[in-house]
């Protein structure tokens, strides 16, 4: 009995011994799993195949579409019989920028629900630096934040209408957005649109405009050498510079300009280095003269948006608006009449200069009036100042709101 009981307590012992060995192998095997997923989370990340595609961080900002628009076919027409001829050829005026217009969507501004976006559809540009620069009014800057707050906001998707200009830029007053721009940032030839930074210097730095000058310029002598527009000023002539203005502005006289450069800078430089500081003032990138009065020469050129911010810039003066606005004037023994057809003929139109050379053709900046906005239309190489301008003030009106 003892010897059976014996056998069965050695067989419980090596039951046990073999439970305590799988027990001890399980808990290695455990252990061993752990140490290697542990090695695994700690190797370094495998190294990337050159040609396999990264992950694309998110972009701070979406990128801001460019609509290239192509301008009217056109070739440039001969001049108009009824405006003064400029002359001389424009050497080394510098034209840049592509004949496809370049208009930018501005993210403060969006077309209303529904709307299409048409291929050729122009939309506003909040004011940048050089937009900013004009405004508010009387300030060389402001944020374009605010100007996008104020500005007009569109409420149709219609395209602008054809036009002959090939540069063009439409600008609101109250904000200074460009509402629609085709080339308007290319350097050419401005021709008398020159005047309006004449004519802005002299009412900054003549303190009186009752003052009566001595004429010394001939402008008879101006029309036969080069076919200058004058007001007709002879030697010894005695004039106000109130005349002298509206001589300049009017029928855009080139001896009138002359003679207030030779005025008030004492010298022909010195005047033109004044317009060239309002135009750094302003801000205008596209533009610097070397003449008062916009005849071709080289180094002298603007561009259509830069003229719009100065024509804007100089309507914040109330006798500038005079001189503008004003459809003829009488004074000194000259009758003036303005060369801007727009003025009388168009409602609401207050302003501003038309010009024209041979290397220009055809230019204006006209400003117009309608519900208490003003909106400016600039064009540059144009076979119909009045039509085009007409159509594009229509074209504004229509959509956008204030």
Known sequence: ??????????????????????????????????????????????????????????AD????????????????????????AGGGAAAGVAEQGAQAAHVRLGEEFALPPGAELGPDAPLVEPPGPQEAAAAPLGSA?????????????????????????????????????????????????PASLTKIATALVALERAPDLSRRVVATISGSAMAARDGSSIMGLEPGREVSLTTLLYGLMLPSGNDAAEQI??????????????MNEKVAELGLQD??????????????YASAYDMALLAR???????????????????DGYTLANLNRLI??????????????????????????????????????????VADSTALFEWAWRTFAW
């Open 1 to 58: 009995m003892a010897r059976k009981h014996r056998g069965h307590q050695r067989r419980w012992d090596r039951a046990r011994v073999r439970a305590d060995a799988s027990s001890i192998a399980a808990l290695v095997l455990v252990l061993t799993l752990g140490l290697l997923a542990a090695a695994c989370d700690a190797r370094p990340n495998a190294p990337t195949a050159p040609d396999a595609p990264l992950p694309l961080a998110p």
């Open 61 to 84: 900002a979406s990128p801001r579409p460019i609509i290239a628009l192509d301008p009217p076919a056109m070739e440039h027409a001969s001049r108009d019989a009824d405006l003064p």
């Open 141 to 189: 800057a402001a944020p374009a934040a605010e100007a996008a707050l104020t500005g007009p906001r569109r409420i149709g998707a219609a395209s602008p209408p054809p036009v002959t200009a090939r540069q063009v830029a439409i600008v609101d007053e109250a904000s200074g957005a460009l509402l629609y721009g085709q080339d308007e940032r290319a350097r050419v030839a």
């Open 261 to 274: 450069a030779l005025v008030l800078g004492g010298t022909r430089e010195q005047y033109v280095a004044w």
């Open 287 to 300: 533009t610097h003269f070397v003449n008062p009065s916009g005849m071709d020469a080289a180094g002298h």
């Open 313 to 331: 810039a100089a309507m914040q003066d109330e006798t500038f608006r005079q001189l503008a606005g004003a459809a003829r004037y009488r004074g």
């Open 344 to 385: 009388g003929s168009y409602p609401g139109a207050d302003g501003v200069k038309i010009g024209r050379t041979r290397a220009a053709g055809r230019t204006i900046v006209a400003s117009a009036s309608r519900d208490g906005h003003r909106v400016y239309v600039s064009l540059m190489h144009s076979q119909d100042l």
